[in-house]
């Protein structure tokens, strides 16, 4: 897929906007039934990871039992450039992850085909409290769920700096 480079609009199940410059907050869930061990968990954060400040900017991920949240923003395709306007293809992006990730686990669980859902869920952060309210709801999912007492005390939640 070329990089972006204006705003388009896509739409299979979900409409899918996508912005040069935006930042993201992705979802992506586990198909039915299937729950990912911690060492899964370890292999999905390291996907998310793997392209960070090279393709995408990661503020925040977590790798939970049966899904994934990302808050990201891509990058230029040229960083050195502050007026760059092709940006990093999110749909490529998402598919390098779940691609991945679905091949390490799947390799090591001994299980076939897809592990994530197709459409994971995507949105555009529209300003700074909305940027907040989402990094604190990744940041605070794993206490939600019950798996934790305080956030960093998951081993599969990732909090960067700040990029901007």
């Not at 996508?18 to 993201?24: E, I, K, V």
């Not at 503020?59 to 007026?83: E, I």
């Not at 592990?115 to 555009?124: A, K, M, P």
């Amino acid at each position: 897929m070329p990089p972006l480079t204006h705003f388009k609009i896509t739409c299979r199940n979900l409409p899918h906007w996508h912005s040069p410059g935006a930042t993201y907050f992705l979802t992506w869930r586990v198909l039915g039934g299937r729950s990912l061990e911690p060492e899964d968990r370890t292999i999905a954060l390291n996907a998310v990871r793997h392209w960070d400040e090279r393709k995408w900017f990661v503020y925040a991920a977590v790798v939970m039992p049966d899904h994934a949240h990302a808050l990201v923003r891509p990058l230029p395709l040229d960083p050195t450039d502050p007026t760059a306007h092709a940006f990093h293809d999110l749909s490529n992006l998402n598919q390098s992850v779940k691609g991945y990730s679905s091949y390490r686990i799947n390799r090591r669980r001994g299980w076939r085909g897809t592990l994530w859902q197709d459409e994971g869920y995507d949105h555009i952060i529209r300003d700074d409290r909305e940027f907040e309210e989402t990094w604190g709801y990744i940041t605070y999912n794993p206490v939600k769920a019950g798996l934790v007492e305080r956030p960093e005390q998951y081993l599969w939640l990732y909090q960067a700096g700040r990029a901007d």
